[in-house]
C-alpha cells in the first residue's frame, strides 16, 4: 500500500474538499453535479472541481464559481453545515415513522412467539415418558384350554313362525305409513346445497371489495373472511379478468392502509392454506406493476400456475 501524501500547509484536506463537493451537489442543478468515482484521490477530487468551472480557495476555504451564470458565487467550509442539514420533519412524517418502528416491534415479538413455541414443543418431545410395554400373558397349550359353554336353547319350528309373522306385521305397517305420507319405495337422493356464484355473482364481489377496502370500518373477523373469499375467487381458472382486476385493486387499497410500507403477507386464516404463500405473492406482484399490460401479463402468468380444479370453498 502507498505511503499517504502529506498536505501542504494551509490547503484542505481531502476530507474537507469532500464535504464542499457534497454541499456543491445539493444546491446545483443535474448537469452541474459533481461525480466522485471511488477511490479519488486530493489531487482527483481537485481536477474533478476545476473541470467543471469551478476553484478551489484554500486559504478561504472555499469552493467558488470561475464562470459568470454559475448558480453561487462560493461556498465556504463554514456553510456546509446549514446546506446540508436535513429538514425537520413534518408531524405526518414523524407519524408514520412511528407506525412503521411499531409494525417491525410486532413482527418481531411475532417471530419470537413462534421461535418461543418451537422450543417448548422440541422440549417436549424430548421429555415425553417413553410407553410401558404391556405385560406379556402365559401361553396355553393348544387343547388345554377351557372350552366355552354352548347354549342348549334349540328354537322350534313354532318360535320360527311367530318370528315371521310379527317381521311381516311390521313390514306392512311401515308401508302405510309411507303411503300416508306419499313417499316412493325408493327414498329420494339427498339435494346437494346450494353454493354462492363466483365469478358470475357481482353483487358478492361488490360486498368483499366494500369490506377489504375499509377494513377499520368491520369486525376483524368479517375482513378475514372476506379476505379468504377473494383469495377463493383468485384461485378460479373461470375467473375473468376484470373480476380478477377489481378484487386484485380492492386488496391493493387493502394494503396501503394496513401495510405500513412493509411487504405484503395474508396472515393465517385470510387465505386458503395450501395456497397462501402464492396468493400473497401475487398481491405483492399486482401492486408493483406499473401499467394495465403489466397487470395483464400477470393475470396470464397467474392462470399458468394454477392447478385445473381447486376443491377451495367460499366461507358462507
Known amino acids: 500500500m502507498p505511503p499517504k501524501s502529506k498536505v501542504p500547509k494551509g490547503e484542505l484536506t481531502s476530507a474537507q474538499i469532500r464535504k464542499l463537493i457534497r454541499a456543491h451537489n445539493t444546491i446545483v442543478k443535474q448537469n452541474l453535479i459533481i461525480k466522485i468515482p471511488a477511490g479519488t484521490t486530493r489531487e482527483g477530487l481537485i481536477k474533478l472541481v476545476e473541470d467543471k468551472g469551478y476553484t478551489i480557495r484554500h486559504a478561504a476555504k472555499k469552493i467558488e464559481a470561475v464562470f459568470d451564470s454559475a448558480p453561487y458565487d462560493y461556498i465556504s467550509l463554514d456553510q456546509v453545515d446549514d446546506i446540508l442539514k436535513k429538514p425537520a420533519q413534518t408531524a405526518l412524517q414523524k407519524q408514520k415513522a412511528e407506525e412503521a418502528k411499531a409494525a417491525k416491534a410486532e413482527m418481531k415479538k411475532k417471530e419470537e412467539r413462534v421461535i418461543r413455541k418451537k422450543a417448548t414443543e422440541a422440549e417436549k418431545a424430548r421429555t415425553k415418558p417413553k410407553a410401558k410395554p404391556k405385560p406379556k400373558t402365559a401361553s396355553i397349550a393348544v387343547g388345554t ?51 354462492p356464484k363466483k365469478e358470475d355473482d357481482k353483487d358478492f364481489i361488490k360486498e368483499l371489495e366494500k369490506v377489504i377496502k375499509n377494513p377499520k370500518e368491520h369486525e376483524k373477523t368479517e375482513v378475514n373472511k372476506a379476505l379468504y373469499n377473494a383469495g377463493v375467487l383468485l384461485l378460479d381458472k373461470k375467473i ?17 392502509k394496513t401495510s ?46 394454477l392447478p385445473a380444479k381447486t376443491t377451495t370453498k367460499l366461507k358462507i
Open 260 to 305: 405500513f410500507g412493509l411487504p405484503f403477507e395474508f396472515n393465517i386464516g385470510q387465505a386458503p392454506p395450501k395456497f397462501r404463500k402464492k396468493l400473497s405473492k401475487l398481491v405483492r406482484k399486482f401492486t408493483e406493476g406499473e401499467s394495465t399490460q403489466d397487470w395483464k401479463n400477470l393475470y396470464k402468468e397467474w392462470n399458468d400456475i
Open 240 to 256: 375473468s379478468y376484470k373480476d380478477w382486476e377489481d378484487i386484485l385493486l380492492s386488496l391493493y387499497k387493502y394494503v396501503s
Open 145 to 195: 384350554e377351557t372350552p366355552k359353554p354352548k347354549s342348549d336353547y334349540v328354537a322350534s319350528k313354532r318360535d320360527i313362525a311367530r318370528t315371521q309373522r310379527v317381521i311381516e306385521k311390521r313390514k306392512k305397517a311401515k308401508e302405510e305409513r309411507d303411503k300416508k305420507k306419499g313417499k316412493n319405495d325408493k327414498e329420494k337422493p339427498a339435494e346437494k346445497k346450494a353454493e
